[in-house]
């Protein structure tokens, strides 16, 4: 696309495109020839562009003449009446155009980029690469949205001959599931470790139409489900979905050069180290204390690993995690947000280093789903690693299980890392007044399970879970509920109260399961509790922990303490 007539649309100078329309208050980019009418867009024809006029001023002002009276030749024709003119919207305040240059910095700092777009026309679509992964999710939709990034070490790109493995097609060397929750209050940014062993289920690749099967693999390393036997971003997708039990939404994918284009399009990133380091391997050397950084620096900073900590992969993420909630503020400040042209470096950087799904794949797409997560605060925003162990070859590492699933739960139930949330505090509130008071003895609880879950033999499976495990001897298979339910459910008299407490203390249950009669029951009756689609299991629990594991790796977006040891 020639942009003025000479030079490629590469070659624009953002200062000489940017123009102020003070009828919406914002900034817009004009890709006219020099010396068009700044009002003609670019697809308009020639002949249908007005020709440039200037207004003459105003003769004097003279009676209106009476009705069916001829004017003179030559003079104007004045409306009877008074004026009327249309009045000017007012111009937005200084803080609503920031909100529209950078309301998407928060699904990591790509999305801030593609907010970015939302100021340039079609042509940038041009820079955006897509991938088919056989799903075609609209760019936005209710509730929650996982968002999955992927950093490959591939070493497309001038100046990156030096990093990565020779040859290699590139691996999920970063890989983040950014969670935003359903009311958009706050997001979770989970980290997976590229060296942990895990299963890569069977996946479908499509290029240019035809379909390709590729078989999965068990107990391998989790950045080989990108680029080894000819895996593609679905087959990343499809392993995260079954580590993690969250359905993925979108993807975005970015090489080396992301990182070095984009700290640099927004004036360098803020970094600190708590020591001096000297890594001739990714070759970082920077002195302690803070620095400001980008380019090849930003890119040496997130590829080190052997100058800190135990020099882990577990400590690259940390200094990922420091680097990306560094770049989020950064390009939230005001310095970023009022400046064209660093929105347009920053735009054009973006896109570029963007390889994403074909739902999101053009700049409106992006805009929708920028603006869409633009209201999550970064106060809100938490990068957490997924809790590991050391395997026992020294070399990779395995789930922790343990703590791993607490904290899944936690994201697919959407409750906040941060506990900022009122209704959080609330809920919690609520559901110990209700649970609050003596337990009865479980040889005492008499409880009839009737399975709603849709899962085969869910009722019997619980009944003798809390036989044999639960001392809960009193229980009873009802059979099939009348319908299947979304949520689990237990009904009890108010005499059944500790009873119900003692049985949602078991299960996990939270109080909105609890639903409470108006009359006491017989002393021989049976408490019914329904399984619903929120059952996962015979004693796991229904509701996620309100609190985190304790000792996961957790960085807070908004934390400017965060130093690399």
Known sequence: MDAQGHGQADDFDPADQWVFDPNTGSYELRLNPAGDSADITPQEPASSRPRSRRRAPDPEPEPTPPRGRRRTAGKPEKPAGPTSRRKPKPKKSKAKKALYWGSGTLAFLLVGGSVAAYLVYQHLNNNIKKIDVGENNAAVSDGPMNILVIGTDKRDGKGNEGYGDAGSVGHADTTILFHVSADRTNATALSIPRDMITDIPDCTTREDGAKKFIRGEEGVRFNTSLGQEGRDPSCTWA???????????????????????????????????????????????????????????????????????????????????????????????????????????????????????????????????????????????????????????????????????????????????????????????????????????????????????????????????????????????????????????????????????????????????????????????????????????????????????????????????????
């Open 239 to 565: 392993t995260v979905e079954k580590l993690t039990g969250l359905n993925i939404n979108h993807f975005m994918m970015v090489d080396f050069n992301a990182v070095k284009t984009l700290s640099s399009a927004v004036g360098g990133v803020e970094v600190c180290l708590a020591k001096d380091i000297d890594d001739p391997k990714s070759h970082l050397k920077l002195s302690k204390g803070r620095h400001t950084i980008e380019g090849e620096d930003a890119l040496a900073f997130v590829r080190t690993r052997h100058s800190v900590g135990f020099e882990s992969d577990l400590d690259r993420i940390k200094l990922q995690q420091q680097f990306l909630s560094s770049m989020m503020r950064k390009m939230k400040s005001s310095g970023t947000l009022t400046s064209p042209s660093k929105m347009w470096d920053l735009a054009n950087s973006a896109t570029k280093a963007l390889t994403v799904d074909t739902g999101i794949g053009t700049v409106n797409k992006l805009k929708d789903l920028a603006l869409n997560l633009s209201k999550v605060d970064l106060k809100n925003v938490t990068f957490v690693t997924v809790p590991v162990v050391d395997n026992t070859d020294g070399a990779t590492v395995k789930l922790d299980e343990a703590k791993a699933e607490p904290l899944f739960a936690m994201v697919r139930q959407d409750v906040s890392l941060t506990e900022v949330k009122k209704k959080e505090k609330a809920a919690k509130a609520k559901q110990a007044a209700k649970l609050k008071g003596p337990k009865a003895d479980p040889a005492n609880v008499r409880v009839k399970v009737l399975n709603g879950s849709g899962r085969m033999g869910a009722a019997q499976e619980t009944v003798d879970w809390m036989q044999n495990s639960e001392g809960m001897l009193r229980s009873s298979n009802g059979g099939n509920a009348s319908a299947d339910l979304k949520k689990t459910t237990l009904e009890y008299a108010p005499n059944q109260a500790d009873q119900a407490r003692r049985l949602a203390d078991s299960m996990g249950l939270p109080a909105t399961a609890l639903k409470e009669g108006t009359e006491d029951a017989a002393p021989m009756a049976e408490m019914t509790l329904t399984l619903g689609a929120d059952f996962k299991g015979a004693g796991t629990p229904i509701v996620a922990p309100s609190k985190a594991p304790k000792d996961i790796q957790r960085v807070e977006a908004d934390d400017k303490s965060v130093c690399a040891k």
